[in-house]
């Protein structure tokens, strides 16, 4: 166990919809990542975030949004959902940007 | 961007056998890290190596950071070891880049 939780395990929505991934990191890790793994992309770094702010963007499409909140729990806002969304969600946590921790992801199905 | 090139992409092995997993990387990094995907999807932190060498229990990790390559020793391979192998590095403060891993598959 990493330290790292997401909720929920499983997601299975239409196209067109909206969801929110959630993530809390391990305690005391200030910055949380966001990665996507697809059967054709492999893990694709979205965004960064430490403290509450956004620090890093990577391959994140216009329709992803994502948030650090004060008790530095992140969510991902994903919307206008497509088939091609369809992929592992990944949030990793670390304390000092070096060593970094993953949770055991969400499984997103657009149908 | 760092290219990051694992080799080889597949590898099946008899329980028992030993292998190395390689790993390159086109620009100099101070972060590299090794996991094993289960075939659950979880991710599992192997070593945090962005030089030297390191152990934990039948798996090893070496970087030669001035060489710009990792290597991963797997001894006395299990069925458990089954899965894929990712190397991911970055630079400071910057994202992790992933290669596109070794698939491993150990049978009885």
């Known amino acids: 166990d990493s330290g790292v939780t997401q909720t929920p395990k499983h997601l299975i929505t239409a196209t067109g919809q909206r969801v929110t991934l959630r993530c809390s990191p391990r305690s005391g890790d200030l910055s949380v990542y966001w990665y996507q793994q697809s059967l054709d992309q492999g893990l694709q770094f979205l965004i960064q975030y430490y403290n509450g702010e956004e620090r890093a963007k990577g391959n994140i499409l216009e329709r992803f949004s994502a948030q650090q909140f004060p008790d530095l729990h992140s969510e991902l806002n994903l919307s206008s959902l497509e088939l091609g969304d369809s992929a592992l969600y990944f949030c990793a946590s670390s304390v000092d940007s070096r060593e970094r921790f993953f949770g055991p992801g969400t499984r997103l199905t657009v149908l | 961007g760092i290219q990051v090139e694992q080799s080889p992409p597949d590898l099946i092995l008899q329980e028992g056998a030993n292998s190395t997993l390689r790993c390159n990387f086109s620009d100099s990094v101070n972060n590299l890290q090794w996991f094993h995907q289960n075939p659950w999807g979880q991710l599992i932190n192997l070593f945090y190596?962005?030089?030297g060498t390191k152990q934990n229990g039948r798996l090893s990790a070496t970087t030669v950071a001035t060489e710009r390559y990792s290597l991963l020793y797997i001894s006395s391979s299990q069925t458990t070891d089954s899965g894929v192998y990712f190397c991911?590095?970055?630079?400071?403060?910057?994202?992790?880049?992933f290669g596109k891993g070794t698939t491993l598959s150990v049978s009885s």
């Open positions: 190596i962005p030089s």
């Open positions: 991911a590095v970055g630079q400071a403060g910057t994202a992790l880049i």
